[in-house]
């Protein structure tokens, strides 16, 4: 049987022990919401890191394909210097490879180089999941080019060519012997529940004879 009220010999009134298990129980369950919503931040804020992480390298990856193509290189006599886009798909998603010749940055050191550089932009399935791999090399240099991976699990890598009033999805300056007027880059990513399209229009500048 619980204790009652009472007074001590000093004249201070005590707690019953019913009284003291009801704080504790307070207590633990104000700790836990506390605790709860510590956590749902916690996991909100790294969520929102995640995304701007994503954001950037979309973004990054976006400009990076338009000043690329910006540069495109082309001479008709010389297949190195082609710009091919082939119309692919994995899974039912856009899979388009591009590769082209453009003129290379500045490098650091003394050694001589090539001003332009072979580039390739494919995409990659593993275990159902895409990503869009980048290489590049001196195109006249002989080391093989490494693909390494540009932007992870994407939903889709689409490259259009703008052609005599409309766009189409496949090129070759072998049969074509131009480059395009504009070329329109779409990457789609995953966001929630839903699937999201970003687009950047490049308009290739270099040479061609």
Same mark, same amino acid.
């Given at each position: 049987m619980f204790a009652t009220w009472r007074n001590s010999p000093?004249?201070?009134?005590?707690? %019953?022990?019913?009284?003291?298990? #009801?704080? &504790?129980?307070?207590?633990?369950?104000?700790? *836990?919401?506390? !605790? =709860? =919503? !510590?956590? %749902?931040? #916690?996991?909100? /804020?790294?969520? %929102? @890191?995640?995304?701007?992480e994503e954001r950037r390298e979309l973004r990054g990856t976006l400009d990076l394909l338009r000043r690329?193509? @910006?540069g495109a290189f082309f001479r008709g006599n010389d297949v190195r210097l082609r710009f091919v886009v082939e119309d692919r798909d994995i899974f039912g998603k856009p899979?388009?490879?591009?590769?082209?010749?453009? #003129?290379?940055?500045?490098?650091? *050191? @003394?050694?001589?180089?090539?001003?332009?550089? /072979?580039?390739? !932009?494919?995409? /990659?399935?593993?275990? =159902?999941?895409?990503s869009l791999t980048r290489e590049?090399?001196?195109?006249?240099? =002989? #080391? /093989?080019? &490494?693909? !390494?991976?540009?932007?992870?699990a994407i939903e889709g890598f689409l490259v259009e060519c703008y052609d005599a009033g409309k766009w189409v999805k496949t090129w070759n300056t072998e049969l074509v012997p131009r480059l395009?007027?504009?070329?329109?880059?779409?990457?789609?990513?995953?966001?929630? @529940?839903? %699937?999201v399209e970003f687009t950047t229009l490049a308009r290739p500048k270099g040479r061609q004879s």
């Amino acid at each position: 049987m619980f204790a009652t009220w009472r007074n001590s010999p000093g004249g201070q009134r005590g707690f %019953t022990l019913l009284e003291t298990l #009801v704080v &504790m129980l307070l207590l633990a369950v104000v700790a *836990g919401a506390l !605790y =709860s =919503s !510590y956590f %749902t931040v #916690v996991r909100a /804020k790294e969520r %929102t @890191d995640e995304g701007a992480e994503e954001r950037r390298e979309l973004r990054g990856t976006l400009d990076l394909l338009r000043r690329e193509i @910006d540069g495109a290189f082309f001479r008709g006599n010389d297949v190195r210097l082609r710009f091919v886009v082939e119309d692919r798909d994995i899974f039912g998603k856009p899979a388009s490879s591009l590769e082209f010749a453009a #003129v290379a940055p500045p490098r650091a *050191g @003394d050694l001589p180089a090539s001003d332009l550089e /072979k580039i390739r !932009y494919a995409v /990659k399935e593993t275990d =159902s999941t895409l990503s869009l791999t980048r290489e590049s090399t001196e195109l006249f240099g =002989s #080391v /093989k080019p &490494m693909p !390494y991976p540009q932007m992870e699990a994407i939903e889709g890598f689409l490259v259009e060519c703008y052609d005599a009033g409309k766009w189409v999805k496949t090129w070759n300056t072998e049969l074509v012997p131009r480059l395009p007027e504009r070329v329109r880059i779409t990457i789609r990513v995953r966001q929630g @529940d839903q %699937t999201v399209e970003f687009t950047t229009l490049a308009r290739p500048k270099g040479r061609q004879s």
